[in-house]
């Protein structure tokens, strides 16, 4: 018997990717395959879809994630499969698993139990070479920028005013702050530099955002990459660099088509992180799954303060998608968490301690309602050890913020155990749920959380105050001037994409549940001009995150067979 996410996975009979095509109507000559049950969908192909109706869009979000983690990917699944199992045209849209967590925290991000995208393996490693291709095109305007000063920089080029980072698909510490080009006059000239982690680059951004290969070469050649001393910015295309970027990026672009264990179809494309980044996968693959499905199930990152927030004000914002309705994803576990409770103590039963930490859910579930629009349900993520006594005041928590809540059981069951919830979903995006506060209505009804026209302060403030529950925000001198910078520069109408823990309302990862009256800290401002929006970091959080005490890479291994072991 199967007990670990990838023995499941192992144990799989998948379809040849081919079988999966063909029930979209995809023909295989619109296919470029990797292998026997993973492919990319043509950019023609997906180009000529754009003059069918859109179906249904379902946006997967979650409580304010906990250590003992919450199951979005894997509630994602298991949807997608439920909506198939009850007769619905259904895909899961996902983003792609970065390898810095795979090999740090989490050893694998393609769902579990009996809800996972196959081949679970290749998909956590490597896939298609997606975030090799980012990679590369990163560092290849890296190398011309360093280039370009050492043969003269004609362009007058501040060596202190160079913006651009290089990037790595691996967490390490040691890389963030960098000296570069010592060694001599023939390395170039000395100057201070850095890595990120390839999900929290510009060109990761860029590529989820992008609406089509032109669209991208414009938004790469709009990367603002240096200043001059005169501090008249640098550009990706003043350096000539953008149609190199856009090569390398050719392939990448088109969606990864795979399945689930029950054959769903799933794209699965682009990765940025919801904490410092925009968190949605590409908007290509979200808008083609729409075209080639009634129902679609995408994934926002972390709880929806980050992800949810950022998928509504950037990418529905600049995109024009529109999520029908929003599933909230919460466990018992989160919620005694939030109440309190040590992650040791998680099993044992305490309603009291999950009746405090639903505050947590009831703001979640507020700001969807009543700030952006959006009909809601909560998804239990039930577990074995949840009592009967906790799932019920779970459930009554919900329904008494005017929600309804289902208990699923995917991980365990696969897609039979979330019929309830894909019932639930169906219901809310064809009738106006008599939940809906005045004013509201299902799809179509999307509002932002600040108007485009609001300052680049006002649009922060807004988040932090609306969302978060912050009392206020304050920033240095230093980076007050920058963003009036920004705002005088033009920049003023960008949504703000914020960088922050996501272990928490506040900036304060140790502080759960739902504060209030806490002050949101801007430590840096990065302007993000070929994706179009203004990145503002606040607290402690990394765009090149560290390795944990004890990293998942450690269990991670081949045997002698060629099987991957230790990916859960």
């Given at each position: 018997m199967a007990t670990s996410n990838i023995e499941i996975a192992q144990r799989a009979d998948l379809w040849p990717i081919t079988r999966i095509a063909e029930g979209l109507g995809i023909p295989d000559e619109e296919l470029v395959p990797y292998g026997r049950h993973k492919a990319k969908v043509s950019l023609s192909y997906l180009r000529a879809l754009q003059g069918r109706p859109r179906g249904r869009l379902v946006l997967m979000t979650a409580v304010s994630p906990t250590p003992a983690g919450e199951g979005k990917?894997?509630?994602?699944?298991?949807?997608g499969d439920a909506l198939s199992r009850i007769g619905k045209r259904a895909m899961i849209c996902l983003r792609e698993p970065a390898l810095g967590p795979v090999f740090g925290m989490k050893g694998g991000a393609a769902g579990g139990g009996y809800a996972q995208v196959v081949p679970m393996e290749d998909i956590n490693l490597h896939f298609t070479g997606d975030f090799a291709a980012i990679a590369v095109a990163t560092n290849l305007l890296a190398a011309l920028i360093d280039n370009h000063i050492h043969h003269g920089n004609e362009l007058g080029i501040d060596v202190r005013r160079v913006t651009w980072r290089r990037v790595l698909d691996v967490n390490d510490r040691a890389l963030r702050d960098t000296v570069i080009g010592l060694g001599g006059?023939?390395?170039g000239y000395p100057r201070?530099?850095?890595f990120d982690i390839v999900v929290a680059s510009e060109v990761m951004a860029i590529f989820c955002l992008a609406t089509s290969l032109a669209d991208l070469k414009e938004r790469l050649g709009e990367i603002v990459v240096a200043y001059t001393r005169d501090r008249m910015p640098i550009r990706a295309r003043d350096l000539h660099a953008h149609g190199a970027m856009a090569a390398v990026l050719r392939d990448a672009l088109a969606p990864n088509l795979v399945q689930t264990l029950e054959h769903t179809p799933a794209f699965v494309h682009g990765g940025p992180f919801a904490?410092?980044?925009?968190?949605c996968n590409s908007y290509l693959a979200t808008d083609s799954a729409l075209r080639l499905a009634d129902y679609v199930v995408t994934e926002a990152g972390f709880g929806a303060d980050l992800g949810a927030e950022k998928f509504i004000d950037i990418l529905c914002r600049t995109t024009g998608l529109r999520p029908d309705v929003a599933v909230v994803v919460a466990t018992v576990r989160a919620m005694k968490y939030h109440g309190g409770v040590a992650v040791a103590d998680l099993p044992r039963e305490d309603v009291g301690a999950l009746q405090r930490g639903t505050a947590n859910l009831v703001r979640h579930l507020t700001t969807l309602r009543e700030t952006w629009g959006l009909?809601?349900?909560?998804?239990?993520?039930?577990?074995?050890?949840?009592t009967d006594a906790e799932v019920a005041a779970l459930v009554a928590a919900s329904e008494a913020a005017g929600v309804p809540a289902v208990v699923a059981r995917h991980f365990a069951e696969g897609g039979a155990g979330a019929e309830d919830l894909a019932r639930e979903v169906v219901r809310l995006c064809t009738e106006p749920p008599a939940t809906l506060r005045q004013g509201q209505e299902p799809g179509g009804g999307l509002r932002f959380t600040y108007p485009d026209d609001a300052t680049l302060w006002e649009k922060i403030t807004a988040i932090a105050t609306r969302i978060y529950g912050a009392s206020e925000v304050t920033a240095s001198t230093v980076v007050r001037a920058q963003i009036r910078r920004l705002q005088d520069e033009g920049y003023g109408t960008y949504p703000v994409c914020v960088a922050k823990t996501q272990y928490s309302f506040s900036t304060d990862p140790?502080?759960?549940g739902a504060p209030t009256g806490h002050?949101?800290?801007?430590?840096?401002?990065?302007l993000a001009a070929g994706a179009?929006?203004?990145?503002?970091?606040c607290g402690d959080i990394m765009t090149m995150p560290g390795l944990p005490a004890v990293p998942a890479a450690n269990s991670i291994d081949v045997d002698e067979d060629g099987r991957i072991v230790g990916l859960f």
């Open positions: 990917t894997t509630t994602t699944v298991g949807l006059p023939a390395n201070e530099g850095g904490n410092i980044a925009h968190g009909p809601a349900v909560v998804a239990i993520n039930h577990r074995a050890e949840d140790k502080l759960r002050v949101v800290d801007i430590r840096e401002v990065r179009r929006f203004i990145v503002m970091i």
